[in-house]
T-cell receptor, first 113, second 115 residues
Framework: NAGVTQTPKFRILKIGQSMTLQCAQD?????MYWYRQDPGMGLKLIYY???????DKGEVPNGYNVSRSTTEDFPLRLELAAPSQTSVYFC????????????FGEGSRLTVL | DQQVKQNSPSLSVQEGRISILNCDYT??????FLWYKKYPAEGPTFLIS?????DKNEDGRFTVFLNKSAKHLSLHIVPSQPGDSAVYFC??????????????FGKGTKLSVKP
């Protein structure tokens, strides 16, 4: 069972570069999320989606964009990378709204220099 | 303003003893509280949850206690094992009142269980 798969696992970007973090889940979950985790901090919600074609901003959306064209995929786009976006990014999914049981990917460590 | 607070960044416990991880919250409208466990270089994994209408939930060595009047919950691990060494995140979920069902996480507590 693959669950939630994130790519790449590591990436170094220069300031101003763009990139996309990929996330795919094979559990047919409607709800998908992108979180970032900074050292000593909890998980901050960037964007989320409640189904294909529907996305919404979380707590820290600035500098990011998402799309959800299929149930399986939820890519996160960084358009102009900044050092403040150095973080570990986690994609997660869940089946229904009224459950807290999220399934997380292994994370993508991004460094912006 | 943090709605879910874990005030202890770290905790060290001897193997075989009890580990108690604490969490406080400010929003009385939360419906569920959850604990997630995270090992280095891995994503968080769900550990145990409790409904706001309960005061205790037990799953093997793990028990979560909820004190609604104090807006406080705790995770007890008995007996603690070296494999329990990880970062533990407390999280809260509101499903009523038109909420989207998004989790709010605390900052985490790093548990070290020493052999």
């Amino acid at each position: 069972n693959a669950g939630v798969t994130q790519t790449p696992k590591f990436r170094i970007l220069k300031i101003g570069q763009s990139m996309t973090l990929q996330c795919a889940q094979d559990m047919n979950h409607n709800y998908m999320y992108w979180y970032r985790q900074d050292p000593g901090m909890g998980l901050k919600l960037i964007y989320y989606s409640v189904g294909a074609g529907i996305t919404d901003k979380g707590e820290v959306p600035n500098g990011y964009n998402v799309s959800r064209s299929t149930t399986e995929d939820f890519p996160l786009r960084l358009e102009l990378a900044a050092p403040s976006q150095t973080s570990v990014y986690f994609c997660a999914s869940k089946a229904i709204a009224n459950t807290g049981e999220l399934f997380f990917g292994e994370g993508s460590r991004l460094t912006v220099l | 303003d943090q709605q879910v607070k874990q005030n202890s960044p770290s905790l060290s416990v001897q193997e075989g003893r009890i580990s108690i991880l604490n969490c406080d919250y400010t929003n009385s409208m939360f419906d569920y509280f959850l604990w997630y466990k995270k090992y280095p270089a891995e994503g968080p994994t769900f550990l145990i949850s409790i409904s706001s209408i309960k005061d205790k939930n037990e799953d093997g060595r793990f028990t979560v206690f909820l004190n609604k009047s104090a807006k406080h919950l705790s995770l007890h691990i008995v007996p603690s094992q070296p494999g329990d060494s990880a970062v533990y995140f407390c999280a809260a979920l509101r499903v009523s009142g038109g909420s989207q069902g998004n989790l709010i996480f605390g900052k985490g507590t790093k548990l070290s269980v020493k052999p």
